[in-house]
């Protein structure tokens, strides 16, 4: 790979965030603090070092900025105050936007106010959308049965649409992660390396491991962060599991059905939980990975907060007897998930829940590489091993 270098690459990434590269004088110290490094994966100095010499491509294709956890150790540590966790935290939403193929994240990083606009616009329209479709088609004092102002049989058919439409966005942008930091090396013609196909199999698992359970960010010295996001994650996998596949479960009513609605009520307080301690850790700046927050991070946590609460009201009026105020919640709460799905996950903070997982597997798979010059020195090009050319821990 060509290494030449953009000279305006860290003023680039000051608007996403890095803005005190510049003081870092590569002493090393916190690569050293930070727990989650190792030889072949090393940072923050590293890329800190690279983003100070311009080296965008050797950035792009680089699965470091996901493999730290932004723990805050080593920003603690650096004698020079260069934030180097936040400039792993920076690397994070610059590369989210080189893998977006559309461009809406790249200007919603470097321009917040037009992802404001975009969501307050989108989230009109759909409020708008959907009082026109409920008092067109039933009747506000109605919240399920017929007649319902907003029927949870138009509501599934709507969420799945979302799903797609969030899928259309997000899967091209995996494969040109995948491009960038696999694919690229080992599909080139005058490649030195290449993968058995196999490889891709074998390190699957790997994908809803890491998914689940986040086990690397429990390896930081601090377990208290890992916590709160393992609560928010499994929070949120279960709440969309249950709106995709339970819809008409969780709307049922006014009986309480205790086989989905106890997920439910789970899954509503660990958002709502794990929001407001995000909120309130930002707001005062209480641990060192909350002192810097992009315009990106509040919008993120203030649209899972009205999704959470206007979610719990909703069932709560509706439980009541008080069908009229919760369709009005309802809308509300539409109001939100709209941009949230098709906004916010694709293009914005969302979509590291694609993305942390596959930098794990795409490590793994890096282990996997195999020299193409040792492959044609072994007989029939079979019997060549594995050498191990990086290693995740
Ligand atoms: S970021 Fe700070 S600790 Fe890390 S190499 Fe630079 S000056 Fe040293
Ligand atoms: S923020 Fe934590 S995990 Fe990330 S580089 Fe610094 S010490 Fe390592």
Redesign the pocket.
Known sequence: MALRANPELIEDLALYGAEDVQK???????TATCSLTDAKYSY??RP?RNLQLGLEKKLESGLEPWLCYYCGE?ST????G?A?GETMMSLRRWLTSRYDFTGIARLFYRRPRVEIISVVVVALFAGLGFTLFGVFGGSISHYNGQNAFLPSSTIHIFDWCLAALLLAFLLPNCVRMWWFTVGRETLARDRRVRLPASAYVKAVHLLPLHFMTQRRYAKCDRKRPWLVHLVLMLSYVTMLVLIMFFLRDMWSGPRIDWRVHVFGYLASAGLVGATIWALRGRLKKSEVHYQHSHETDWMFLVLLLVVALTGVLQHVLHRSGADAAANVSYVVHLMAVVPMLVLEVPFSKWSHMAYRPLAMYFAALREQLVPVTAVEQAPGGAQAEPVILSRVP
């Open positions: 870092c004088y590569n002493c090393g110290n916190c923050p100095r800190m080593c540590e650096c004698p020079r260069a180097p």
